[in-house]
């Protein structure tokens, strides 16, 4: 699943269609699994406006235009959102396609768990699924006191508190195990038992593990590409993920598989041991 630094790769491959004039919109008429059928009738109401930036929150992309309105998009497990010549035989599951005259912006999605919708640029944080996000873990950073008051009585555990989007939006399920191995913190520890001086080591954690895989940009375990078709590299740097049975980078230990709310959680049983 695409996670902060795929999702900014994605955005920062998506520069060339900024300046581009919408032609056209069409859809596949095919629900996806987190919302209705794309809204074609205002994807095509864009017609004639232009792309003037596109941006980021958390997992989430906004292509913004100058016609007030913005198209949200959220890859889901396995979206992709590629610019294309228009002559380019479509792919398989494409479900939205934006024209921009000789190109096109295109959206494919085989397990359909993404999401395309269009919002008011100026009220876009009303729309349901931006109004729950935390502050972006890269463009606002991770703020260690914000992160120790909101694990504050909770009992989750804290690789599942890192993955609520409310509390640093971005960070899922690769970098929360990435992050809480460089600051040699136990996943299954409760989040209430947060120290101080954990909350600090983990906020930095945090943002040295997604910009280290945004300088590789981001991790191709299967499905992720950027919007010019490229892969990511960081799959070859990550420190404990997908790495079980496999020695510790720090201590040798082998790295432990264990699964928390039915995902995937990495860690080294010597270095993390609380
Ligand atoms: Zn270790």
Same mark, same amino acid.
């Given at each position: 699943?695409?996670?902060?630094?795929?999702?900014?790769?994605?955005?920062?491959?998506?520069?060339?269609?900024?300046?581009?004039?919408?032609?056209?919109a069409?859809? !596949?008429?095919?629900?996806?699994?987190?919302?209705?059928?794309?809204?074609? @009738?205002?994807?095509?109401?864009?017609?004639?406006?232009?792309?003037?930036?596109?941006?980021?929150? =958390?997992?989430?992309?906004?292509?913004?235009?100058?016609?007030?309105?913005?198209?949200?998009?959220?890859? =889901?497990?396995?979206?992709?959102?590629?610019?294309?010549?228009?002559?380019?035989?479509?792919?398989?599951?494409?479900?939205?396609?934006?024209?921009?005259?000789a190109?096109?912006?295109?959206?494919?999605?085989? !397990? !359909?768990? =993404?999401?395309?919708?269009?919002?008011?640029?100026?009220?876009?944080?009303?729309?349901?699924?931006?109004a729950?996000?935390?502050?972006?873990?890269?463009?606002?950073?991770?703020?260690?006191?914000?992160?120790?008051?909101?694990?504050?009585?909770?009992?989750?555990?804290?690789?599942t508190?890192?993955?609520?989007?409310?509390?640093?939006?971005?960070?899922?399920?690769?970098?929360?195990?990435?992050a809480?191995w460089?600051?040699?913190? !136990?996943?299954?520890?409760?989040?209430?038992?947060l120290?101080?001086?954990?909350?600090?080591?983990?906020?930095?954690?945090?943002?040295?593990?997604?910009?280290?895989?945004?300088?590789?940009? =981001?991790?191709?375990?299967?499905?992720?590409?950027?919007?010019?078709?490229s892969?990511g590299?960081?799959?070859?740097?990550?420190?404990v993920?997908?790495?079980?049975?496999?020695?510790?980078?720090?201590?040798?230990?082998?790295?432990?598989?264990?699964?928390?709310?039915?995902?995937?959680?990495?860690?080294c049983?010597?270095?993390?041991? @609380?």
């Amino acid at each position: 699943m695409p996670e902060l630094p795929e999702v900014e790769t994605v955005r920062r491959s998506l520069a060339p269609a900024v300046g581009a004039t919408i032609t056209d919109a069409w859809s !596949r008429g095919v629900g996806l699994h987190m919302q209705r059928k794309p809204p074609l @009738a205002a994807l095509k109401m864009l017609a004639g406006a232009t792309i003037t930036a596109v941006r980021r929150h =958390g997992k989430y992309l906004l292509v913004d235009t100058d016609a007030g309105k913005s198209i949200l998009v959220h890859l =889901g497990m396995t979206g992709r959102l590629r610019v294309v010549p228009s002559a380019q035989e479509r792919e398989a599951h494409t479900h939205v396609v934006i024209g921009l005259g000789a190109r096109q912006l295109r959206y494919a999605d085989a !397990r !359909r768990f =993404g999401q395309v919708d269009v919002v008011e640029t100026a009220a876009e944080r009303a729309h349901a699924s931006l109004a729950v996000l935390g502050p972006d873990a890269l463009n606002d950073g991770v703020d260690p006191v914000a992160l120790l008051a909101r694990a504050k009585g909770k009992k989750a555990l804290l690789k599942t508190f890192l993955l609520d989007q409310s509390v640093v939006a971005g960070v899922g399920n690769i970098y929360a195990s990435e992050a809480l191995w460089r600051a040699k913190i !136990r996943p299954s520890m409760r989040a209430h038992r947060l120290t101080a001086a954990k909350a600090t080591a983990l906020a930095a954690a945090i943002t040295e593990t997604l910009v280290r895989s945004l300088e590789n940009h =981001g991790t191709t375990l299967r499905d992720f590409i950027a919007a010019d078709g490229s892969e990511g590299s960081n799959k070859e740097f990550l420190w404990v993920y997908d790495r079980d049975g496999l020695p510790c980078l720090r201590c040798k230990t082998l790295i432990k598989r264990t699964v928390h709310q039915g995902r995937a959680t990495y860690y080294c049983p010597t270095c993390q041991a @609380a």
